[in-house]
C-alpha cells in the first residue's frame, strides 16, 4: 500500500512551457486536492475533485487544469507556467468528505521552479 | 469565511523544554473539523490529529496533547519533554462539514526548532 504518490519530485520549467504532476493513490479514495505551498502561506487549494468524471476549483485555481478519469489518479496541469507557480505542490485524498470528513493524506509533494 | 491563524512564526526551545503552537480559528458554521499537521524538514506532512467541533474532549498521545475551547476558537497543541526530532513546522487546518465540502484552510504554520 503505497498512500499517496507524487512525479516528478522535482522539476525546472521555463516560462511558457506547459507540464503534467501526477498524483496517484492506492487507497480507493473518493476524494483528491491539489495544493500548493508557499512561503509563509500554509497549503493553498488549488483544485479539488469528489469522484471520477468530478472535479471543481479551489482557492487559487488559475493557471491550472485538473481532470478525473479514474478514482486512482489526478493529473494536474500547467498550461502555460510562469515564475508565480514556482512553488511546493501537494497531491491529498481522503476516504470521505462533507458531513463525515476523513482525514485527507498528502503525498510527498513536488518541488516546482518555474525560471 | 474561514480563517486559521497561527500567530507565532517560529519558537526556539531547548530539548526537554515543554512548548505550546498556538491556533486560533473562525468559522460561522456549528460542524466543523479540526487538524494539525506536522512537516519535518524531509517536507511530507504527518497528520497528527483530527477533532470534530463536537467533541471538546482534550486529547494525550504520548508527550502530544491538544486543548480544544469553542468558546475562545483556540485548538492549541502542547509537546511536552520536547525532543530534536520534534523539530518541524506545524500546520494548524479547518475544514467545514457540509454536503460539498472537505477543503482545509490552512493556517501559515508555526516553525518549532528544539535545540540539544
Known amino acids: 500500500n503505497a498512500g499517496v504518490t507524487q512525479t516528478p519530485k522535482f522539476q525546472v520549467l521555463k516560462t511558457g512551457q506547459s507540464m503534467t504532476l501526477q498524483c496517484a493513490q492506492d487507497?480507493?479514495?473518493?476524494?483528491m486536492s491539489w495544493y500548493r505551498q508557499d512561503p509563509g502561506m500554509g497549503l493553498r487549494l488549488i483544485h479539488y475533485?469528489?469522484?471520477?468524471?468530478?472535479?471543481d476549483q479551489g482557492e487559487v485555481p488559475n493557471g491550472y487544469n485538473v481532470s478525473r478519469s479514474t478514482t486512482e489518479d489526478f493529473p494536474l496541469r500547467l498550461l502555460s507556467a510562469a515564475p508565480s507557480q514556482t512553488s511546493v505542490y501537494f497531491c491529498?485524498?481522503?476516504?470521505?468528505?462533507?458531513?463525515?470528513?476523513?482525514?485527507?493524506?498528502f503525498g510527498p509533494g513536488t518541488r516546482l521552479t518555474v525560471l | 469565511a474561514q480563517k486559521v491563524t497561527q500567530a507565532q512564526t517560529e519558537i526556539s526551545v531547548v530539548e526537554k523544554e515543554d512548548v505550546t503552537l498556538d491556533c486560533v480559528y473562525e468559522t460561522r458554521d456549528t460542524t466543523y473539523y479540526l487538524f494539525w499537521y506536522k512537516q519535518p524538514p524531509s517536507g511530507e506532512l504527518v497528520f497528527l490529529i483530527r477533532?470534530?467541533?463536537?467533541?471538546?474532549q482534550n486529547e494525550i498521545s504520548g508527550r502530544y496533547s491538544w486543548n480544544f475551547q469553542k468558546s475562545t476558537s483556540s485548538f492549541n497543541f502542547t509537546i511536552t519533554a520536547s525532543q530534536v526530532v520534534d523539530s518541524a513546522v506545524y500546520f494548524c487546518?479547518?475544514?467545514?462539514?457540509?454536503?460539498?465540502?472537505?477543503?482545509?484552510?490552512f493556517g501559515s504554520g508555526t516553525r518549532l526548532l528544539v535545540r540539544p
Open positions: 491529498a485524498s481522503s476516504s470521505s468528505g462533507g458531513m463525515s470528513l476523513d482525514t485527507q493524506y
Open positions: 475533485s469528489v469522484g471520477a468524471g468530478i472535479t
Open positions: 477533532r470534530n467541533s463536537f467533541d471538546e
Open positions: 487507497m480507493n479514495h473518493e476524494y
Open positions: 487546518a479547518l475544514s467545514e462539514a457540509s454536503y460539498s465540502s472537505y477543503k482545509l484552510i
